[in-house]
């Protein structure tokens, strides 16, 4: 027995007008402001250029960092991220990507790539991203910016060298705008020396990959 078309008939009308208003059981999505790494233009090094080739790997992180997420710990132990913002990428792609620029930028290195291009190099940059996060200290807040980088032979992946870099840059406004050009300037301060110790490094191990 077919259903009657009067029972049908209205219970179309309902969900087309239910499809047209947009009615949804689900939450909205809150809205996110996308945010980019701040960089500074810095002038290109009056030093010679290097014969050796470079290629940076995106950091290790843990799962809290490498992620779009702004972390941020608020108290003791606590890890948290800011409300409706978010970086571009995560964590540790926008490291690499800023060190990536300040070799570009500094111009003694000229044949650079990144690891997913998977193209050879002489050298390759990476390491452990320990922390890329805002800190509070009561109500004190700093940013805190801390890399384990690994310099490594590009062929055979052999560790060549090793350092820590820690860069706190404090802040002296909270919201968020303030919070990321905070993150810019540790960044900054931390590609200036990451750059200097690679060319250091670099000039001490880099020789031509075997053919």
Do not use: H
């Not at 941020?72 to 948290?80: E, H, K, R, T």
């Not at 300037?185 to 670099?202: K, N, S």
């Amino acid at each position: 027995m077919k259903p009657s078309n009067r029972f049908i008939r209205p219970l179309l009308l309902l969900a087309g007008f239910a499809l047209a208003g947009g009615c949804s059981i689900l939450p909205k999505a809150e809205p996110s402001n996308v945010y980019r790494l701040p960089t500074n233009q810095v002038p290109a090094s009056a030093g010679t250029a290097v014969s050796w080739s470079l290629r940076l790997a995106s950091p290790q992180a843990s799962e809290v960092l490498n992620s779009p997420k702004i972390a941020v710990i608020p108290q003791g132990n606590l890890f948290s991220s800011y409300a409706a913002s978010r970086w571009s990428d995560p964590a540790p792609v926008l490291l690499r990507n800023r060190l990536l620029d300040g070799f570009a930028q500094d111009g003694r290195v000229r044949l650079l790539s990144v690891a997913d291009s998977n193209l050879q190099a002489d050298l390759e940059l990476g390491g452990q991203l320990q922390a890329f996060q805002t800190e509070y200290q009561g109500t004190a807040a700093t940013v805190v910016i801390r890399l384990d980088a690994l310099l490594v032979r590009g062929f055979d992946q052999r560790i060549l060298a090793s350092r820590r870099f820690e860069v706190r840059q404090p802040l002296s406004d909270v919201k968020v705008p303030a919070v990321v050009d905070g993150f810019g300037r540790a960044g900054d301060r931390l590609t200036a020396e990451v750059v200097a110790w690679t060319l250091e490094q670099g000039q001490r191990f880099a020789t031509p990959a075997p053919d």
